[in-house]
């Protein structure tokens, strides 16, 4: 078998209720051993997503094909896709034995194959000593583990996730993110991840899908997606950002001048395509903004007064007002802050004209 | 159910409580009394505590053959409204829309209209169709009766099933057949059985109907019972109904042991 061979080729999906498009037209490669993220508030279409290609839901439009083959119209059963539900979906009238084998069973496998099988996948998820608890008896992380060597064990073209995650707290949740990705590079299965966390979509995926309204809004690598938003929705949803409005006055090559009243600043285009007399909106991560202290230069300087200042340990976060833009957001590593910032106080505000990114406002 | 238990009760309440458990409890009672006579008619032990007629009632060929018929037509038509029930309730769960609902509805009907009225109606259909005293015709109108209980006794406990058990079966590579069988069913069992039970009981026990459509050749259990009332106030029936009651209290007891279990 091939690589390319095993790539799920998603076309033109169209999924609606009532009047209501939960998908919208959506095109997407998922390739072989991708670990690939679809992330997106409630109400984006991401679980129709995963529950059309799982085939639970009929597609009103467009194709699905797997390889050479068309599962457009497959019932859920012949996909051999493996799905771990949000919740986990254990048999609650079986032992975590027969919850794994449960997939091999209804494919009427031998049972020493099955017993050897079994034994195989709870060894991967680190539970082969619990094969004979019953689900009710397991923590939120062994049931976890559970639903994922069931939803493995048979060996299926590629694994479907539903916010596995959501029900576990912070701890379990950093743990779990540790223990998928180490499954991931190990059976190096094809893996669809759910989720409306930014925080996992950044850490575990390859490739980060972001959703919103039955749309893709924008696809990449995640230190990508995080570098270059194309939308103020993806600024704001994948991590945080201060938007700052203004108009373009000139453009001189790379190069933008944007006022906002008295105050002039200079960005860089990116992939912008802006005319003097636009409206350009610019994405500014509250990292990349620093304090301009004696006589610092910066290619954007504002002042702002500090309405709230809270330590993190290893870093500051503080909130400022400032008279052009509204509230403003900024982190920095506590080494940089020589000394404390009182409620008040006056600052000036500065970053250069590559820290912000130039997108499109869709919100 | 510590909080309950010590709030106090009032006197009032509690002498309700036990009149009303009192009028259910005791007229029950009464046929054991009766049951145990030494009179050939009905009537509470005089001199002496006698068996004859627990021995005449399972030496009687005519009782023992009646016996019979009941089980069997309770055994047959339970059979038949436990499998249809269990198919409509989760035909009617899986698909969950208005047309559905009043599918479920519609198969309450027989224990909504009156038992006489079906009766009726169910007698002049079976002279049609010649079932009239015949085993099929009353198993037939016993299983359409008993359906109800399946149905509501199903339906509950679909109302507790996790829908997306029943997805995760489907995307485990589980056929709609396995699935049924495997997970749906398992998980469901405690209400199939009780709906089982309910039906049992309740053919085990039907009069009504009985009477309207069966003559000669089938005469189950309650219907010699009233015969023996009518005719020779036969103290056999005591003995019959008190093992009546002893067959229910057993089937309600293992009903409520099984729920029990289910639960925990």
């Not at chain 1, 575990?204 to 972001?210: A, F, G, L």
Request: proline residues 4%; glycine residues 8%.
């Amino acid at each position: 078998m091939n690589t390319t061979n095993r790539d799920l080729r998603v076309t033109n999906l169209e999924k609606s209720f009532g009047d209501f498009r939960a998908i919208n037209r959506i095109s997407l490669t998922i390739r072989a051993g991708e670990f690939l993220t679809i992330l997106g508030p409630s109400g984006s279409g991401k679980t129709t997503f995963l529950n059309m290609v799982a085939g639970f839901l009929d597609t009103d439009g467009g194709t699905m094909t797997l390889g050479d083959r068309d599962i457009t119209h497959l019932p859920p059963e012949t996909r051999d896709f493996g799905m771990v539900f949000q919740g986990y979906a254990l048999f609650p009238h079986l032992s975590v034995f027969d919850n794994v084998a449960f997939p091999l069973k209804v494919r009427k496998w031998s049972s020493d194959k099955i017993a050897r099988h079994v034994e195989e996948a709870l060894d991967l998820v680190q539970l082969g000593n619990l094969r004979d608890r019953m689900p009710k008896q397991l923590s939120g992380g062994q049931q976890q583990r559970v639903a994922l060597a069931r939803a493995m064990v048979f060996r299926p073209n590629l694994l479907l996730l539903d916010e596995p995650l959501s029900a576990l707290d912070k701890k379990l949740r950093a743990e779990m993110q540790e223990e998928l990705k180490r499954l991931h590079r190990k059976v190096g299965l094809t893996f669809i991840y759910i989720t409306h966390d930014q925080d996992e979509a950044l850490s575990m995926s390859d490739r980060v899908v972001v959703m919103r309204n039955g749309v893709i809004v924008q696809q990449g690598r995640p230190d990508e997606l995080y570098k270059t938003p194309r939308t103020s929705f993806v600024a704001g949803f994948l991590g945080r950002s201060n938007f700052l409005r203004g108009d373009v006055v000139s453009l001189d090559g790379e190069k933008l001048t944007i006022r906002n009243g008295d105050l002039t600043l200079r960005q860089h285009a990116g992939t912008a395509t802006l005319q003097p007399g636009d409206t350009a909106l610019i994405a500014l991560r509250p990292e990349a903004v620093s304090l301009i202290e004696g006589d610092a230069q910066a290619d954007n300087v504002i002042e702002a007064t500090v309405s709230d200042s809270n330590y993190f340990g290893s870093n500051f976060s503080i909130t400022a007002e400032t008279d052009h833009f509204g509230t403003f957001e900024l982190t920095m590593p506590a080494a940089q802050l020589s000394h404390d910032l009182a409620v008040g106080s006056r600052i000036r505000l500065g970053w250069s004209a590559s820290a912000g990114v130039i997108v499109e406002d869709d919100e | 159910m510590d909080g309950f238990s010590s709030q106090p009760i009032s006197p009032a309440t509690r002498t309700t409580a036990w009149a009303i458990i009192a009028f259910l409890v005791l007229p029950i009672t009464i046929v054991f009394a009766v049951a145990v006579t030494d009179r050939d008619y009905l009537a509470m032990p005089v001199d002496e505590i006698s068996f004859q007629h627990y021995a005449n009632l399972f030496t009687s060929p005519e009782w023992l053959h009646s016996i019979w018929q009941s089980f069997v037509i309770a055994f047959v038509s339970t059979a038949i409204a436990g499998l249809l029930g269990t198919l409509c309730a989760i035909g009617c769960w899986r698909i969950s829309n208005r047309l559905s609902e009043l599918v479920r509805v519609f198969m309450l009907l027989p224990v909504m209209v009156p038992t006489i009225v079906y009766a009726l109606g169910i007698y002049q259909f079976f002279a049609e169709l010649r079932l009239l005293d015949t085993y099929l015709g009353l198993i037939i109108a016993h299983a359409v009766t008993g359906l109800p209980y399946v149905v509501i006794t199903v339906s509950t406990s679909l109302a507790g099933f996790d829908g997306k058990l029943e997805r995760a079966a489907l995307g485990l590579g589980a056929s709609m057949g396995q699935t049924l069988r495997l997970v749906i069913l398992p998980n469901i069992m405690p209400g199939v059985v009780s709906g089982l039970i309910f039906a049992f009981i309740h053919s085990w026990d039907e009069l009504v109907i009985t009477l309207f459509i069966a003559g000669r050749a089938v005469f189950t259990l309650p219907r010699r019972m009233w015969d023996g009332i009518n005719e020779a106030l036969d103290p056999t029936m005591a003995a019959v109904a008190a093992v009546l009651v002893v067959i229910t209290v057993a089937l309600l007891t293992l009903e409520l042991l099984l729920r029990g279990r289910a639960k925990k």
